[in-house]
């Protein structure tokens, strides 16, 4: 199959439709060599290029007016290694088809995010991550990945091949090339036990300590103008296996937390004064319920109601501080809030732009329903996040630049100085990474 060209100029818009780019071509190569072809051509006309996944990032990381490249025809299982436990993927293979496949293999990532609909480098070039006290990020699973850089030269990187290269494209946002593959860690599939349960914000903010250190991976979902949560541990199980039941899984997890919660969102949008009470009825819509099943079907939900979110990472000591004054904002303020705040954790790794990168980690995400204006509830949340040393999800809304992340990234120096070996003419980049890494 030969590479798809158009030479429209269509409109391209992110998942929320927050962030639209005009492109002056799209391409869809069918193998590495197409796209490396591609990189050279667009470099001798002097044009720039992103690539773009499904669209899942907030931010205008993949926007471009030069060339859009899509990868979904890079797509499935390269090679399994069970010796070394390890899986080669395309980098346009969506999650939910890594996953699946992985399943069918006995096999299975060892943490990974809420979602999984974005592609596999789109997820990891922006940091996504799940919540564990010791397992970390989908990046922080990488082994090896394939990259093509600004002169179309294919990279092969790894611990002990290009390492420093490695080090920092596990979560390079597009700056330092294009990601063809990705070689992740994998283990024997498993089961995890979730338990998902109502808790009052006070006992959650007081224990939560308790609560991360006795679960392999704790969540909870603060509901604003309320004293509400809703908990969920996630720890192995030796089983049997015990999925939730086809029609309790339709009622709570698309009629409630989908259907109803989308048109919950509408009359809230439409009339912001019913949101406080919206808000206490949505709290407590969810009863507690607990299940048996393979990873990707305990750690990953549906989530089909569009929204805008912000997230930052915070030092984890800091995040009962932070969630406290978050709330106390909302309380005293007029904002109406109809989206839960959802906070995960994650720890330490060595990957230079990693919001985890170095210091244990708390996850505290903000979200307006799609059409909801946003930017007063994220400015008030953004002077909070800062106020702690706090570090924006790259994909997510934000509006620091590189003086700031330069501050609380101690290796981002580290980071600038491969990209300006790998890209020094900046044909990967655009005006997000202008702002977020400098010229």
Request: glycine share 8%.
């Amino acid at each position: 199959m030969s590479t798809t060209v158009s030479g429209k100029s269509g409109t391209w818009r992110n998942w929320a439709g927050n962030v639209t780019a005009r492109p002056l071509r799209e391409i869809t190569p069918a193998s590495v060599e197409e796209l490396s072809d591609a990189v050279r051509r667009a470099a001798e006309d002097g044009i720039t290029m992103k690539a773009v996944g499904t669209g899942h990032s907030f931010t205008a990381a993949a926007a471009t007016d030069g060339v859009l490249i899509r990868p979904q025809l890079l797509t499935g299982i390269r090679g399994i290694d069970r010796a070394a436990g390890t899986v080669t993927a395309e980098a346009g293979t969506p999650l939910k088809r890594l996953n699946a496949a992985l399943a069918r293999e006995g096999l299975s990532l060892t943490n990974m995010g809420d979602i999984m609909e974005q592609t596999v480098s789109g997820a990891t070039s922006t940091g996504t991550h799940g919540t564990g006290r010791e397992s970390g990020s989908i990046a922080a699973q990488i082994r090896g990945l394939e990259l093509v850089t600004a002169d179309g030269s294919v990279l092969t990187c790894s611990e002990k091949e290009n390492p420093e290269v490695f080090a920092a494209a596990r979560i390079g946002i597009g700056a330092l090339g294009i990601i063809t593959a990705i070689t992740f860690a994998v283990e024997p599939v498993f089961l995890l036990t979730a338990r998902e349960e109502p808790m009052p914000l006070e006992r959650v903010l007081t224990e939560f300590d308790e609560l991360w250190a006795e679960n392999e991976h704790f969540e909870f979902y603060w509901f604003p103008h309320t004293g509400n949560t809703n908990t969920k541990r996630n720890n192995r199980s030796a089983g049997p296996e015990k999925p939730v039941g086809r029609l309790n899984g339709w009622f709570e997890d698309e009629f409630l937390s989908n259907g109803v919660f989308h048109a919950a969102n509408l009359v809230g949008r439409a009339v912001p004064a019913t949101i406080p009470a919206i808000a206490r009825i949505s709290s407590r819509a969810l009863s507690a319920r607990s299940y048996t099943d393979i990873p990707f079907k305990v750690f990953t939900s549906p989530r089909r109601v569009r929204f805008v979110e912000m997230e930052y990472a915070v030092p984890r000591a800091a995040l009962v501080d932070t969630l406290r004054e978050l709330k106390a904002m909302v309380d005293r303020s007029n904002l109406r809030v109809s989206f839960p705040v959802e906070v995960r954790t994650a720890p330490a790794d060595d990957i230079p732009l990693s919001t985890a990168s170095g210091r244990d980690s708390a996850y505290i995400a903000v979200h307006m329903f799609r059409g909801t204006p946003y930017q007063a509830y994220f400015t008030a949340a953004e002077r909070i996040f800062t106020a702690h040393e706090g570090r924006p999800h790259w994909g997510k809304v934000h509006t620091r630049d590189a003086e700031y992340l330069a501050g609380v990234y101690p290796r981002f120096g580290e980071f600038t100085a491969v990209r300006d070996r790998l890209d020094p003419d900046r044909r990967f980049g655009n005006d997000y990474l202008r702002r977020v890494l400098g010229a």
